[in-house]
T-cell receptor, first 119, second 114 residues
Framework: GAVVSQHPSWVICKSGTSVKIECRSL??????MFWYRQFPKQSLMLMAT?????????EQGVEKDKFLINHASLTLSTLTVTSAHPEDSSFYIC???????????????FGNGTRLTVT | AQSVAQPEDQVNVAEGNPLTVKCTYS??????LFWYVQYPNRGLQFLLK??????LVKGSYGFEAEFNKSQTSFHLKKPSALVSDSALYFC????????????FGKGTTLSVSS
């Protein structure tokens, strides 16, 4: 149980275009989803926390107008990288917290990540 | 603020030998600690967690971790390493609060040689 599906797994786009990444909880309702970014051989950096039906909360230094997050339902959150540039190339990973396990003692479930390359 | 430190960028062990991947933490209040493993170009897989109770926590794939409050450590261990254990390992902490994210250490690459 607790499967998180992330799509696409990889994408190559040209500079200036926008890319949408989807994160779905397949067998549970995710009230909260988290978006992370990972640079090569580095840790996961939290970008934003997404709560269903409300605006995402962005971490300091993350441009909310560049990284648009929508969490319209309990099973889907999307991250749109707008006007992508080569420096946005990275590995983006989403994770979800089950509806019944909102306290901190439950593990998060992660998607398999999206490798974005901007040329 | 919560933080996690993994002092080793890489750990090398021979197959069949015990392995330890170190993690120390800094939190206010009771720590909720986790270990995850990541294979290349994949997401993270949950290995184990410490919430309360026994200091020795057993998890997936034969891994275990020992919580040490006085040393603020939560080292990951396995009695006998396998080549297939080679991966990137992350220690993480989470607050006991609804809707909070995991805060990760920088990760440790484990390399098991045959």
């Amino acid at each position: 149980g607790a499967v998180v599906s992330q799509h696409p797994s990889w994408v190559i786009c040209k500079s200036g275009t926008s890319v949408k990444i989807e994160c779905r909880s397949l067998d549970f309702q995710a009230t909260t989803m988290f978006w992370y970014r990972q640079f090569p051989k580095q840790s996961l950096m939290l970008m934003a926390t997404s709560n269903e039906g409300s605006k995402a909360t962005y971490e300091q230094g993350v441009e909310k107008d560049k990284f648009l997050i929508n969490h319209a339902s309990l099973t889907l959150s999307t991250l749109t990288v707008t006007s992508a540039h080569p420096e946005d190339s990275s590995f983006y990973i989403c994770s979800a917290s089950t509806r019944l396990a909102q306290s901190g003692n439950s593990p998060l479930h992660f998607g398999n990540g999206t490798r974005l390359t901007v040329t | 603020a919560q933080s996690v430190a993994q002092p080793e960028d890489q750990v090398n062990v021979a197959e069949g030998n015990p392995l330890t991947v170190k993690c120390t933490y800094s939190v206010s209040g009771n720590p909720y600690l986790f270990w995850y493993v990541q294979y290349p170009n994949r997401g993270l897989q949950f290995l184990l967690k410490y919430i309360t109770g026994d200091n020795l926590v057993k998890g997936s794939y034969g891994f275990e971790a020992e919580f040490n409050k006085s040393q603020t450590s939560f080292h990951l261990k396995k009695p006998s390493a396998l080549v297939s254990d080679s991966a990137l390992y992350f220690c993480a902490v989470r607050a006991n609060q609804a809707g909070t994210a995991l805060i990760f250490g920088k990760g440790t690459t484990l390399s098991v040689s045959s």
